[in-house]
């Protein structure tokens, strides 16, 4: 047998030195982009957190000392803000609206997607990059004429042509979103319910429907995000009569007439009424759009 040297046997491991400018480049780039999120969180937050706090001082305690701390809570500005400024109506009619709006937007959004993305007809492409291309335009561009268009429908100032409107401007992105979706779906689920005796109609609302739940859910929000903060569109097509106004209106006409009579604290109770469903909304179903951002990749 051959027999080893002892040095070599006990020689020792060579060390393999890690490359350390690297990592140290690496923990400044994680130090500046977390603080850079740090910073932008807190530009976020704190106009929030003003306004909020704002909204429980007296007018008196809003202008002598701005960024302090209300003396006392004064939930009466919520209740003039409420009844007072008729912030619960123009609440209650957004919320009618923008329900309305989405389910239709979300209905007829996810049936076009799924035909683009599951079925092979002449003119797919075309009709498809028509969708698409209507998130290039501008509501501004439309404006004149859509306004003759409700009007001469017989649907200007009614609920009813608002929420055909808001459905119109979001059905590209929720077409375009959902296509893409659509096509990350396993196509095998599909052919085993057809094999089973499943019709086209049965295999969209009760199988590939509920495996696109995740998007839905991530263009429900974007869609009630986007027609709950619209304000153009119900100052064009909601003038006139005031009681079936949306809730960007009625917060319009509350700043203007309160940057005359002084009542900041009602203002800032009625901007607090208005923010709090984005918010729930956000808080309650965050994670739901993470995963339908990401699921596509994902799959």
């Not at 002084?262 to 965050?286: E, K």
Request: glycine share 8%.
């Amino acid at each position: 047998m051959t027999t080893l040297d002892q040095s070599t046997v006990n020689a020792p491991t060579p060390v393999v030195r890690r490359d350390r400018p690297v990592r140290r480049q690496l923990g400044v780039a994680n130090v500046l982009s977390h603080g850079f999120l740090v910073f932008w969180g807190l530009l976020t937050v704190l106009p929030l957190l003003w306004m909020f706090i704002s909204s429980f001082k007296t007018n008196g305690e809003i202008l002598s000392d701005p960024w302090g701390l209300p003396g006392a809570l004064h939930w009466d500005n919520w209740a003039r803000a409420w009844t007072g400024a008729h912030i619960g109506r123009y609440f209650l009619n957004s919320l009618v609206v923008v329900a309305g709006s989405v389910s239709l937007t979300m209905l007829m959004g996810a049936t076009a997607a799924y035909v683009f993305a599951r079925y092979e007809f002449r003119g797919r492409q075309v009709v498809y990059y028509l969708f698409v291309g209507g998130l290039m335009f501008p509501v501004f561009l439309a404006l004149v004429p859509l306004f003759f268009v409700v009007r001469n429908a017989g649907l200007f100032g009614t609920w009813k042509g608002l929420i055909l409107v808001y459905a119109a401007y979001s059905l590209p992105f929720t077409v375009f979103f959902l296509t893409a979706f659509f096509r990350t779906l396993p196509t095998t689920v599909a052919e085993a319910a057809m094999v089973d005796g499943c019709g086209h109609f049965r295999l969209f609302f009760r199988v590939m429907l509920p495996m696109a739940r995740p998007g839905m859910i991530s263009v429900a929000i974007f869609n009630f995000l986007t027609h709950w903060n619209q304000f153009l569109l119900p100052q064009v097509l909601m003038q006139g009569d005031d009681s079936k106004w949306m809730l960007a209106q009625g917060l319009f006409a509350l700043s203007v007439s309160q940057g005359y009579a002084g009542d900041y604290a009602r203002l800032f109770a009625g901007l607090s009424i208005a923010v709090l469903p984005v918010l729930a909304i956000y808080v309650a179903f965050q994670r739901q759009v993470q995963a339908g951002l990401t699921a596509g990749q994902l799959k």
